[in-house]
């Protein structure tokens, strides 16, 4: 899944980036609201992590442009004003969450899961699609009750399409939740990974969908 970071502190910033990375989420960094919303603009993000005070344009205004735009995009604000009233607008403005500074990294990924959760439309942690079960807290993966060894990778391109099956991804879709800027993605990365779990998991897992892209049926 990939996230976009707008701090512009930038020690909090490179710590969020490793310990997201580390978690397997893909993610953008910026540090000015301007920069943000042209990153929104032409990047498709599965979150935001959005600090307040930002240079150039505020937090809370980008936020509010982005509701404005109509732009559903779940939003995490991540800022030390800690004050009720301040929360209370953050939350008015837009936001689907809010977490104060400074925090645990692990809270931070388990409020990212939490928000993706809603997003999709699920309420349990544990994705299931017959008798397929992924576990995006863990990273652990079984089918037909035997646990599956995955990469990193492996398990972020099945976890994007897991998150949503029956929906064809693209191929390009599919790169843009397992990159972020700056990371090298070869000509046929997707179709080594969907190899390779076809392989793990059974050759009827995941779908090709001629001219599309990739889906896994609502029913593995």
Same mark, same amino acid.
Request: hydrophobic share 45%; proline share 4%; glycine share 8%.
């Given at each position: 899944?990939?996230?976009?970071?707008?701090? +512009?502190?930038?020690?909090?910033?490179?710590?969020?980036?490793?310990?997201?990375?580390?978690?397997?989420?893909?993610?953008?960094? =910026?540090? +000015?609201? @301007? *920069?943000?919303?042209?990153?929104?603009?032409?990047?498709? !993000?599965?979150?935001?992590?959005?600090?307040? $005070?930002?240079?150039?344009?505020?937090?809370?205004?980008?936020?509010?442009?982005? @509701?404005? @735009?109509?732009?559903?995009?779940?939003?995490?604000?991540?800022?030390?004003?800690?004050?009720?009233?301040? /929360? %209370?607008? $953050?939350? +008015?403005? $837009? *936001?689907?969450?809010? &977490? =104060?500074?400074?925090?645990?990294? +692990?809270?931070?990924? *388990?409020?990212?899961?939490? &928000?993706?959760?809603?997003?999709?439309?699920? *309420?349990?942690?544990?994705?299931?699609?017959?008798?397929?079960?992924?576990?995006?807290?863990?990273?652990?993966?079984?089918?037909?009750?035997?646990?599956?060894?995955?990469?990193?990778?492996?398990?972020?391109?099945?976890?994007?399409?897991?998150?949503?099956?029956?929906?064809?991804?693209?191929?390009?879709?599919?790169?843009?939740?397992?990159?972020?800027?700056?990371?090298? %993605?070869?000509?046929?990365?997707?179709?080594?990974?969907?190899?390779?779990? /076809?392989?793990?998991? #059974?050759?009827? &897992?995941?779908?090709?969908?001629? #001219? %599309?892209? !990739?889906?896994?049926?609502?029913?593995?």
């Amino acid at each position: 899944m990939r996230l976009l970071l707008v701090e +512009d502190d930038a020690m909090i910033g490179e710590s969020i980036r490793k310990g997201m990375q580390q978690d397997g989420f893909a993610l953008d960094w =910026v540090q +000015d609201g @301007r *920069a943000a919303e042209l990153a929104l603009e032409a990047n498709p !993000y599965d979150t935001l992590l959005l600090d307040l $005070g930002l240079p150039r344009k505020d937090g809370l205004e980008v936020l509010a442009s982005l @509701r404005r @735009r109509g732009n559903p995009i779940p939003v995490l604000i991540l800022t030390a004003r800690d004050a009720v009233a301040d /929360r %209370v607008r $953050g939350l +008015d403005a $837009g *936001a689907d969450d809010y &977490l =104060v500074k400074p925090f645990d990294l +692990d809270e931070l990924a *388990a409020r990212v899961r939490a &928000l993706l959760r809603r997003k999709s439309g699920r *309420a349990d942690p544990i994705v299931r699609v017959g008798n397929l079960i992924v576990n995006p807290a863990t990273h652990e993966v079984s089918l037909d009750g035997k646990s599956i060894a995955l990469s990193a990778r492996e398990f972020g391109l099945l976890h994007a399409l897991v998150e949503r099956p029956g929906a064809v991804l693209s191929r390009a879709q599919l790169e843009e939740k397992l990159y972020g800027w700056g990371q090298e %993605v070869e000509s046929n990365t997707v179709e080594v990974y969907i190899h390779s779990l /076809r392989r793990k998991l #059974g050759a009827d &897992l995941i779908r090709n969908v001629r #001219g %599309v892209g !990739y889906m896994v049926p609502k029913q593995a």
